[in-house]
């Protein structure tokens, strides 16, 4: 069965900084995997999806990165701000079964 | 504007009541879903239909039913079978049910509180 892991859990950081989200899943044999952002009382929003195939993909000050090998993703935010303060899950596609990260919840100070 | 439009935003019910959730969308997608978050936990699968008239158990379908008759619409009931039906429900749709293409969308939840 799929398990999908994000660490850490919070973090808060100052705004400016560049900052790194990690997303681990166990079954490898992953379809694509989307991001997405929550505000709070909200729905998700699509941020990014990787294909398979694809070792990343960008969007904006949104950066990427999927190695199915090791079942490991993680979403870059260069230069964060105020309004990138949201909970940001992960959930890769296996087999039709989309299974969903518990999310990192992400503060930025001003 | 293409979305998908969730209603109501919030809805209180008493125990044994049976309360119906709306869901539609006009990005002309085929494949739609239920969803159900608590605090603490990630998303639970309740349901899930990828083409009119036909629609799949998730992991959570116990106490909930659906129906698809419309492309553009995917109702929830909440039955006073569910034990535990407080949460926040999320309705999301994609193009296809294609496992290759699978990409979801989602609309802005309904909070349901039991009284």
């Known amino acids: 069965k799929q398990e999908v892991t994000q660490i850490p859990a919070a973090l808060s950081v100052p705004e400016g900084e560049n900052l790194v989200l990690n997303c681990s899943f166990t079954?490898?044999?992953?379809?694509?995997l989307q991001w997405f952002r929550q505000d709070p009382g909200k729905g998700l929003t699509s941020l990014l999806l990787i294909q398979s195939s694809q070792r990343e993909q960008t969007s904006g000050r949104l950066n990427a990165s999927l190695d199915k090998s090791s079942g490991r993703s993680t979403l870059y935010i260069a230069a964060s701000q105020p309004g990138d303060s949201a909970t940001y899950l992960c959930a890769p596609n296996r087999d039709d079964k989309i299974i969903f990260g518990k999310g990192t919840r992400l503060h930025i100070l001003p | 504007d293409g979305g998908i439009t969730q209603s109501p935003k919030y809805l209180f019910r008493k125990e044994g009541q049976n309360v119906t959730l709306s869901c539609e969308q006009n990005l002309n997608h085929d494949a739609m879903y239920w969803y159900r978050q608590d605090p603490g936990q990630g998303l639970r699968l309740i349901y899930y239909s990828q083409i009119v008239n036909d629609f799949q158990k998730g992991d959570i379908a116990e106490g909930y039913s659906v129906s698809r008759e419309k492309k553009e619409s995917f109702p929830l009931t909440v039955t006073s079978a569910q034990k535990n039906p407080t949460a926040f429900y999320l309705c999301?749709?994609?193009?296809?049910?294609?496992?290759?293409?699978?990409?979801?969308?989602f609309g802005e939840g309904s909070r349901l509180t039991v009284l």
């Open positions: 079954d490898s044999a992953i379809y694509n």
């Open positions: 999301a749709s994609s193009i296809s049910g294609d496992r290759l293409s699978l990409e979801l969308f």
